[in-house]
T-cell receptor, first 115, second 113 residues
C-alpha cells in the first residue's frame, strides 16, 4: 500500500489565520481525499482531489474555506482559511490505491487547534 | 438516521477473549465494506476489505457482511493488548465517480492483560 506523510503533524493557530496542510504520497495515485475527524464524530469527507481538475467538495464544505491544490500525482494541499475554534479537528488525507476497489489508505493526520 | 451506525463503546475485554464489533447501515446501494483500526494519535489503518456479502478471514480477524440485514461485523480471536484501538467501519457505493467512504463513529476497544 502507499505510504503517506502529512505536514505539519500538529499546530496551534490563532483565530482568523490560515493553515496549509501538505500531503505527500510515495507513489503516483489518481484519487486523493481530504477528511476531517472531530472528537466523537465520524470521519467526514471534505473533498476529492484529482490531479488536473478542480476539487469536488462535499455538502457543507466550500472552496473559499477549504481551498485544495493537486499539482501532481503524488502531492496535495488543503488550506483551512480564516480559522475559528470550530475548525479545531484532525485533518486526514487519503488515497485510493487499487483502481476502483474503494480501498483508501490514510496519512497520519494533522491535529489542528484554533485558539 | 446516519447511513452507518456504530456503537462507540468503550468496550473492555480480557486478553484472549473473542471480540465482536458491529455496524449497521441503511443504504442498500453500499457494496464495499471496510474495517479500519486507529491507534491513538495515528491515522486509520485499513484492516479488512470486503466486497458485497460474505466472510473474509485474515489471521485472527474475520469480517462478515450480511446484506439482507445490513449488518457488518468484525471478529477478533485471541485478542491481545496490542489490539487496543478504535475500530471504524466504513462503506461505499459501487459505480464510477462514487468514491466516498461513509464511516461509523468508531468503537474504542481496550484489551486488558
Amino acid at each position: 500500500s502507499a505510504v503517506i506523510s502529512q505536514k505539519p503533524s500538529r499546530d496551534i493557530c490563532q483565530r482568523g489565520t490560515s493553515l496549509t496542510i501538505q500531503c505527500q504520497v510515495d507513489s503516483q495515485v489518481t484519487m486523493m481525499f481530504w477528511y476531517r475527524q472531530q472528537p466523537g464524530q465520524s470521519l467526514t469527507l471534505i473533498a476529492t482531489a484529482n490531479q488536473g481538475s478542480e476539487a469536488t467538495y462535499e455538502s457543507g464544505f466550500v472552496i473559499d474555506k477549504f481551498p485544495i491544490s493537486r499539482p501532481n500525482l503524488t502531492f496535495s494541499t488543503l488550506t483551512v482559511s480564516n480559522m475559528s475554534p470550530e475548525d479545531s479537528s484532525i485533518y486526514l488525507c487519503s488515497v485510493e490505491d487499487h483502481g476502483g476497489r474503494r480501498e483508501q489508505y490514510f496519512g497520519p493526520g494533522t491535529r489542528l487547534t484554533v485558539t | 438516521q446516519k447511513e452507518v451506525e456504530q456503537d462507540p463503546g468503550p468496550l473492555s475485554v480480557p486478553e484472549g477473549a473473542i471480540v465482536s464489533l458491529n455496524c449497521t447501515y441503511s443504504n442498500s446501494a453500499f457494496q464495499y465494506f471496510m474495517w479500519y483500526r486507529q491507534y491513538s494519535r495515528k491515522g486509520p489503518e485499513l484492516l479488512m476489505y470486503t466486497y458485497s456479502s460474505g466472510n473474509k478471514e485474515d489471521g485472527r480477524f474475520t469480517a462478515q457482511v450480511d446484506k439482507s440485514s445490513k449488518y457488518i461485523s468484525l471478529f477478533i480471536r485471541d485478542s491481545q493488548p496490542s489490539d487496543s484501538a478504535t475500530y471504524l467501519c466504513a462503506s461505499s457505493y459501487s459505480g464510477a465517480g462514487s468514491y466516498q467512504l461513509t464511516f461509523g463513529k468508531g468503537t474504542k476497544l481496550s484489551v486488558i492483560p
